[in-house]
Protein backbone atom coordinates (compact mmCIF):
# COMPACT_ATOMS: atom_id res chain seq x y z
CA UNK A 1 0.00 0.00 0.00
CA UNK A 2 1.81 3.37 -1.00
CA UNK A 3 -0.23 6.65 0.47
CA UNK A 4 1.82 9.85 -0.06
CA UNK A 5 0.41 11.29 3.12
CA UNK A 6 2.01 10.66 6.30
CA UNK A 7 0.06 8.15 8.75
CA UNK A 8 -2.11 10.60 11.30
CA UNK A 9 0.32 9.58 15.03
CA UNK A 10 -1.27 7.32 16.96
CA UNK A 11 -0.92 10.24 20.18
CA UNK A 12 -0.31 14.07 19.13
CA UNK A 13 0.43 16.76 21.62
CA UNK A 14 -0.24 20.54 20.24
CA UNK A 15 1.23 22.87 22.29
CA UNK A 16 0.70 21.39 25.33
CA UNK A 17 0.61 23.06 28.70
CA UNK A 18 -0.17 22.16 32.39
CA UNK A 19 -0.13 24.80 35.40
CA UNK A 20 -1.45 23.15 38.43
CA UNK A 21 -3.46 25.34 41.00
CA UNK A 22 -0.69 26.14 42.88
CA UNK A 23 0.71 28.01 39.46
CA UNK A 24 3.66 25.23 39.21
CA UNK A 25 4.31 25.26 35.10
CA UNK A 26 4.83 21.89 34.93
CA UNK A 27 5.04 21.76 31.49
CA UNK A 28 5.39 25.10 29.70
CA UNK A 29 3.91 24.39 25.99
CA UNK A 30 4.66 20.73 24.43
CA UNK A 31 4.88 19.76 20.52
CA UNK A 32 5.21 15.74 20.09
CA UNK A 33 3.77 12.97 18.51
CA UNK A 34 3.85 9.19 18.75
CA UNK A 35 3.61 7.26 15.79
CA UNK A 36 1.68 3.88 15.89
CA UNK A 37 3.29 1.28 16.81
CA UNK A 38 6.36 2.93 17.92
CA UNK A 39 7.23 2.76 21.47
CA UNK A 40 8.59 6.45 22.57
CA UNK A 41 10.63 7.08 25.80
CA UNK A 42 10.29 10.32 27.19
CA UNK A 43 13.70 10.96 29.65
CA UNK A 44 14.62 13.49 31.71
CA UNK A 45 15.97 14.64 35.14
CA UNK A 46 12.87 14.30 37.98
CA UNK A 47 10.69 17.36 38.13
CA UNK A 48 10.87 18.14 34.51
CA UNK A 49 7.26 17.00 33.77
CA UNK A 50 7.69 13.32 32.13
CA UNK A 51 4.52 12.16 34.56
CA UNK A 52 2.45 15.50 34.02
CA UNK A 53 3.03 15.04 30.39
CA UNK A 54 1.75 10.94 30.36
CA UNK A 55 -1.64 11.45 32.42
CA UNK A 56 -2.16 14.43 30.57
CA UNK A 57 -2.76 11.79 27.52
CA UNK A 58 -5.11 9.66 29.40
CA UNK A 59 -6.99 12.98 31.21
CA UNK A 60 -5.66 12.06 35.05
CA UNK A 61 -4.10 15.32 34.38
CA UNK A 62 -6.65 18.02 32.79
CA UNK A 63 -4.09 20.38 29.94
CA UNK A 64 -4.69 23.66 30.72
CA UNK A 65 -3.68 24.40 27.35
CA UNK A 66 -2.99 22.69 23.73
CA UNK A 67 -4.63 19.60 22.78
CA UNK A 68 -4.17 16.02 23.17
CA UNK A 69 -5.50 13.88 20.30
CA UNK A 70 -4.96 10.49 20.56
CA UNK A 71 -6.13 7.84 17.15
CA UNK A 72 -7.55 11.06 15.50
CA UNK A 73 -9.72 12.35 18.67
CA UNK A 74 -9.21 15.02 21.07
CA UNK A 75 -9.18 13.70 24.15
CA UNK A 76 -10.72 16.61 26.10
CA UNK A 77 -13.80 15.74 24.01
CA UNK A 78 -13.29 11.74 25.06
CA UNK A 79 -15.24 10.35 28.15
CA UNK A 80 -12.25 10.09 30.72
CA UNK A 81 -13.52 6.78 32.03
CA UNK A 82 -14.27 5.34 28.33
CA UNK A 83 -10.44 6.93 27.57
CA UNK A 84 -8.96 5.08 29.92
CA UNK A 85 -10.54 1.78 29.23
CA UNK A 86 -8.68 2.19 25.49
CA UNK A 87 -5.40 3.11 27.20
CA UNK A 88 -3.35 1.09 29.26
CA UNK A 89 -1.37 2.44 32.02
CA UNK A 90 1.34 0.99 34.28
CA UNK A 91 2.99 3.26 37.12
CA UNK A 92 6.22 1.98 39.28
CA UNK A 93 4.29 1.32 42.71
CA UNK A 94 1.75 -1.30 40.45
CA UNK A 95 -1.07 -0.31 42.26
CA UNK A 96 -2.21 -4.26 41.74
CA UNK A 97 -5.75 -4.72 43.97
CA UNK A 98 -4.31 -6.33 47.01
CA UNK A 99 -7.73 -8.48 47.76
CA UNK A 100 -8.27 -9.53 44.70
CA UNK A 101 -6.31 -12.63 43.12
CA UNK A 102 -3.63 -12.17 40.17
CA UNK A 103 -6.33 -13.36 37.42
CA UNK A 104 -9.02 -10.70 38.67
CA UNK A 105 -6.14 -7.74 38.64
CA UNK A 106 -5.17 -8.59 35.13
CA UNK A 107 -9.26 -9.12 34.28
CA UNK A 108 -10.41 -5.81 35.64
CA UNK A 109 -10.35 -4.39 32.46
CA UNK A 110 -11.89 -7.45 30.52
CA UNK A 111 -14.71 -7.85 33.57
CA UNK A 112 -15.58 -3.64 32.79
CA UNK A 113 -15.64 -3.93 29.10
CA UNK A 114 -18.58 -6.80 29.90
CA UNK A 115 -16.52 -9.66 28.13
CA UNK A 116 -18.11 -12.95 28.97
CA UNK A 117 -16.43 -15.01 31.85
CA UNK A 118 -14.11 -17.70 29.69
CA UNK A 119 -13.39 -15.02 27.49
CA UNK A 120 -11.59 -13.05 30.11
CA UNK A 121 -9.89 -16.42 31.74
CA UNK A 122 -8.52 -17.11 28.53
CA UNK A 123 -7.44 -13.64 27.94
CA UNK A 124 -5.72 -13.61 31.19
CA UNK A 125 -4.35 -17.26 31.11
CA UNK A 126 -2.75 -16.30 27.57
CA UNK A 127 -1.48 -12.63 28.76
CA UNK A 128 -0.02 -13.95 32.08
CA UNK A 129 1.98 -16.62 30.10
CA UNK A 130 3.05 -13.68 28.09
CA UNK A 131 4.79 -12.18 31.11
CA UNK A 132 6.35 -14.78 32.02
CA UNK A 133 4.33 -16.01 34.66
CA UNK A 134 2.37 -19.32 34.17
CA UNK A 135 -0.83 -19.01 34.61
CA UNK A 136 -1.33 -22.36 36.88
CA UNK A 137 1.11 -21.03 39.12
CA UNK A 138 0.03 -17.35 39.45
CA UNK A 139 -3.64 -17.11 38.86
CA UNK A 140 -4.69 -17.21 42.23
CA UNK A 141 -2.38 -15.81 44.03
CA UNK A 142 -2.40 -12.46 46.28
CA UNK A 143 -0.37 -9.66 45.26
CA UNK A 144 1.37 -9.97 48.40
CA UNK A 145 2.60 -13.36 47.57
CA UNK A 146 4.38 -11.98 44.40
CA UNK A 147 7.81 -10.30 44.50
CA UNK A 148 8.30 -7.02 43.15
CA UNK A 149 9.31 -8.29 39.78
CA UNK A 150 6.43 -10.54 39.37
CA UNK A 151 3.82 -7.66 40.57
CA UNK A 152 5.50 -5.69 37.67
CA UNK A 153 4.76 -7.96 35.51
CA UNK A 154 1.07 -8.54 36.82
CA UNK A 155 0.61 -5.02 35.91
CA UNK A 156 2.09 -4.94 32.79
CA UNK A 157 -0.40 -7.66 31.92
CA UNK A 158 -3.37 -6.04 33.38
CA UNK A 159 -2.48 -2.90 31.50
CA UNK A 160 -2.14 -5.16 28.22
CA UNK A 161 -5.42 -7.48 29.13
CA UNK A 162 -8.02 -5.69 26.97
CA UNK A 163 -6.13 -5.40 24.02
CA UNK A 164 -5.70 -1.56 24.07
CA UNK A 165 -4.23 0.28 21.24
CA UNK A 166 -2.32 2.50 23.49
CA UNK A 167 0.45 2.06 26.47
CA UNK A 168 1.25 4.73 29.37
CA UNK A 169 4.03 3.97 30.96
CA UNK A 170 5.18 5.60 34.26
CA UNK A 171 9.10 4.29 35.17
CA UNK A 172 7.21 0.81 35.22
CA UNK A 173 10.62 -0.93 35.79
CA UNK A 174 12.07 1.30 38.73
CA UNK A 175 11.05 -0.32 41.31
CA UNK A 176 12.89 -3.64 40.19
CA UNK A 177 16.65 -4.38 40.88
CA UNK A 178 18.57 -3.87 38.38
CA UNK A 179 18.83 -7.24 37.73
CA UNK A 180 15.70 -8.13 37.29
CA UNK A 181 15.23 -4.92 35.65
CA UNK A 182 16.68 -5.69 32.38
CA UNK A 183 15.52 -8.57 32.18
CA UNK A 184 12.23 -7.45 32.46
CA UNK A 185 13.19 -4.30 30.18
CA UNK A 186 13.94 -7.12 27.01
CA UNK A 187 11.20 -8.84 27.60
CA UNK A 188 8.81 -6.23 27.47
CA UNK A 189 10.22 -4.89 24.20
CA UNK A 190 9.98 -8.28 22.67
CA UNK A 191 6.19 -8.12 23.90
CA UNK A 192 5.77 -4.62 22.50
CA UNK A 193 7.34 -5.98 19.26
CA UNK A 194 4.68 -9.01 18.85
CA UNK A 195 1.98 -6.89 19.69
CA UNK A 196 2.64 -4.06 18.21
CA UNK A 197 0.69 -1.67 20.65
CA UNK A 198 1.83 2.13 20.54
CA UNK A 199 3.91 2.83 23.76
CA UNK A 200 4.52 5.73 25.30
CA UNK A 201 7.22 5.11 28.43
CA UNK A 202 8.39 7.97 31.13
CA UNK A 203 11.98 7.01 32.63
CA UNK A 204 14.62 9.27 34.22
CA UNK A 205 16.93 6.28 33.42
CA UNK A 206 18.97 6.96 29.84
CA UNK A 207 20.01 3.65 29.88
CA UNK A 208 16.62 2.42 30.01
CA UNK A 209 15.77 5.21 27.32
CA UNK A 210 18.65 3.54 25.05
CA UNK A 211 17.60 -0.31 25.42
CA UNK A 212 13.65 0.46 24.41
CA UNK A 213 12.88 3.23 22.92
CA UNK A 214 12.06 3.44 18.77
CA UNK A 215 12.81 7.40 19.22
CA UNK A 216 13.53 8.98 22.43
CA UNK A 217 11.95 12.57 23.88
CA UNK A 218 14.80 14.20 26.15
CA UNK A 219 12.90 16.85 28.14
CA UNK A 220 14.35 19.37 30.32
CA UNK A 221 12.18 21.48 33.16
CA UNK A 222 8.91 22.63 32.52
CA UNK A 223 8.59 19.81 29.66
CA UNK A 224 10.74 21.51 27.53
CA UNK A 225 11.43 19.21 24.60
CA UNK A 226 15.09 19.38 23.91
CA UNK A 227 15.39 16.50 21.02
CA UNK A 228 13.65 13.86 20.08
CA UNK A 229 15.76 10.99 18.20
CA UNK A 230 16.21 7.58 17.43
CA UNK A 231 19.02 6.14 20.19
CA UNK A 232 22.04 6.40 17.93
CA UNK A 233 21.31 9.63 16.76
CA UNK A 234 20.76 10.88 20.10
CA UNK A 235 24.12 9.68 21.38
CA UNK A 236 26.22 10.39 18.63
CA UNK A 237 24.28 13.76 17.64
CA UNK A 238 22.95 14.98 21.32
CA UNK A 239 21.34 18.23 19.70
CA UNK A 240 21.71 20.88 23.17
CA UNK A 241 24.57 21.07 25.85
CA UNK A 242 21.49 19.92 28.10
CA UNK A 243 21.01 16.56 26.12
CA UNK A 244 24.80 15.83 25.97
CA UNK A 245 24.97 16.81 29.87
CA UNK A 246 21.78 14.42 30.85
CA UNK A 247 23.61 11.36 28.35
CA UNK A 248 27.02 11.72 29.80
CA UNK A 249 29.99 9.99 29.84
CA UNK A 250 28.74 6.63 29.10
CA UNK A 251 27.74 7.73 25.69
CA UNK A 252 30.69 6.00 23.63
CA UNK A 253 30.18 2.49 25.24
CA UNK A 254 26.33 2.87 24.86
CA UNK A 255 26.91 3.40 20.93
CA UNK A 256 28.92 0.59 20.43
CA UNK A 257 26.10 -1.80 22.34
CA UNK A 258 23.62 0.00 19.92
CA UNK A 259 25.45 0.59 16.89
CA UNK A 260 25.71 -1.48 13.82
CA UNK A 261 28.14 -2.91 11.91
CA UNK A 262 27.54 -1.67 7.89
CA UNK A 263 28.62 -3.50 4.39
CA UNK A 264 30.48 -0.05 4.35
CA UNK A 265 33.05 -0.54 7.64
CA UNK A 266 34.25 -3.74 5.79
CA UNK A 267 37.12 -4.62 3.64
CA UNK A 268 37.10 -6.96 1.28
CA UNK A 269 38.38 -10.32 2.39
CA UNK A 270 41.99 -11.14 2.45
CA UNK A 271 43.07 -7.50 1.36
CA UNK A 272 43.42 -5.82 5.07
CA UNK A 273 46.01 -2.92 5.32
CA UNK A 274 49.21 -4.37 5.67
CA UNK A 275 48.39 -7.47 4.10
CA UNK A 276 47.59 -9.59 7.17
CA UNK A 277 45.59 -12.36 6.24
CA UNK A 278 42.14 -13.16 8.58
CA UNK A 279 43.41 -13.73 11.91
CA UNK A 280 45.47 -16.93 10.92
CA UNK A 281 47.42 -17.90 14.01
CA UNK A 282 45.11 -16.99 16.91
CA UNK A 283 42.75 -19.46 18.19
CA UNK A 284 39.84 -19.24 15.77
CA UNK A 285 37.98 -15.79 16.30
CA UNK A 286 33.56 -16.37 15.94
CA UNK A 287 32.66 -14.22 13.13
CA UNK A 288 30.88 -11.42 12.81
CA UNK A 289 27.31 -10.92 11.41
CA UNK A 290 26.26 -8.08 9.10
CA UNK A 291 24.50 -5.46 11.38
CA UNK A 292 25.63 -7.41 14.29
CA UNK A 293 26.40 -5.13 17.52
CA UNK A 294 29.32 -3.14 17.27
CA UNK A 295 30.77 -4.08 21.20
CA UNK A 296 30.59 -7.60 18.95
CA UNK A 297 32.62 -5.98 16.71
CA UNK A 298 34.87 -4.95 19.36
CA UNK A 299 35.16 -7.95 21.78
CA UNK A 300 35.78 -9.78 18.58
CA UNK A 301 39.06 -6.94 17.48
CA UNK A 302 40.40 -7.55 20.92
CA UNK A 303 40.22 -11.47 20.92
CA UNK A 304 42.13 -11.62 17.74
CA UNK A 305 44.32 -8.98 18.77
CA UNK A 306 43.58 -6.87 16.15
CA UNK A 307 43.69 -9.00 13.09
CA UNK A 308 40.78 -8.42 11.10
CA UNK A 309 37.67 -10.59 11.27
CA UNK A 310 35.72 -12.50 8.84
CA UNK A 311 32.04 -10.99 8.63
CA UNK A 312 29.29 -13.02 7.10
CA UNK A 313 25.74 -11.41 5.54
CA UNK A 314 22.65 -12.51 6.83
CA UNK A 315 22.66 -15.87 4.59
CA UNK A 316 25.70 -16.89 6.13
CA UNK A 317 28.58 -15.58 3.30
CA UNK A 318 31.38 -14.08 3.60
CA UNK A 319 30.79 -10.32 3.65
CA UNK A 320 34.07 -8.84 3.83
CA UNK A 321 36.48 -8.78 6.84
CA UNK A 322 36.29 -5.97 9.56
CA UNK A 323 39.85 -3.95 10.56
CA UNK A 324 40.46 -1.96 13.85
CA UNK A 325 39.88 0.89 10.92
CA UNK A 326 36.61 -0.24 9.71
CA UNK A 327 35.54 -0.17 13.43
CA UNK A 328 36.85 3.41 14.40
CA UNK A 329 35.38 3.90 10.41
CA UNK A 330 31.79 2.71 12.10
CA UNK A 331 31.76 5.18 14.83
CA UNK A 332 32.73 8.18 12.69
CA UNK A 333 29.77 7.03 10.43
CA UNK A 334 27.20 7.37 12.92
CA UNK A 335 28.48 9.57 15.37
CA UNK A 336 28.38 11.84 11.76
CA UNK A 337 32.39 12.50 12.22
CA UNK A 338 33.70 13.61 8.71
CA UNK A 339 36.33 10.92 8.11
N1 LIG B 1 -0.35 18.05 41.70
C1 LIG B 1 0.66 18.93 41.60
N2 LIG B 1 0.55 20.17 42.07
C2 LIG B 1 1.56 21.07 41.96
N3 LIG B 1 2.74 20.79 41.38
C3 LIG B 1 2.91 19.54 40.88
C4 LIG B 1 1.88 18.55 40.96
N4 LIG B 1 2.34 17.42 40.38
C5 LIG B 1 3.59 17.70 39.94
N5 LIG B 1 3.93 18.98 40.25
C6 LIG B 1 5.19 19.67 39.92
O1 LIG B 1 5.29 19.71 38.51
C7 LIG B 1 6.64 19.53 38.12
C8 LIG B 1 6.72 18.33 37.19
O2 LIG B 1 6.36 17.15 37.90
P1 LIG B 1 6.31 15.72 37.22
O3 LIG B 1 5.52 15.80 35.99
O4 LIG B 1 5.86 14.77 38.27
O5 LIG B 1 7.85 15.50 36.86
P2 LIG B 1 8.66 14.14 36.51
O6 LIG B 1 7.69 13.05 36.29
O7 LIG B 1 9.47 14.51 35.31
O8 LIG B 1 9.55 13.89 37.70
C9 LIG B 1 7.44 19.37 39.39
O9 LIG B 1 7.97 20.62 39.73
C10 LIG B 1 6.40 18.92 40.39
O10 LIG B 1 6.75 19.31 41.70
MG1 LIG C 1 7.48 11.23 37.33
Redesign the pocket.
Known amino acids: MTDARPAEPMIRLDGVRKE???G?V?VEHLDLEVREHELMVLV?P????????LRMVNRLVEPSGGRVVVQGEDVTTTDPVALRRRIGYVIQHVGLFPHRTVAQNVGTVPALLGWDASRTRDRTAELLDLVGLDHRTYAKRYPHQLSGGEQQRVGVARALAADPPVLLMDEPFGAVDPAGRRHLQAEFWKIQRELGTTVML?THDIDEAVRLGDRIAVLSRGGRLEQVADAVTLLARPATDMVRDFVGTGRAVRLLGIGELDAADLEPLGRAAGGDDVAPDLAPVDSLTLHGRLDDAFAALAASGGRPVPVLDSDGAPAGQLTTEGLLGALRRITGAAA
Open positions: YADTAGSGCGKSTTV
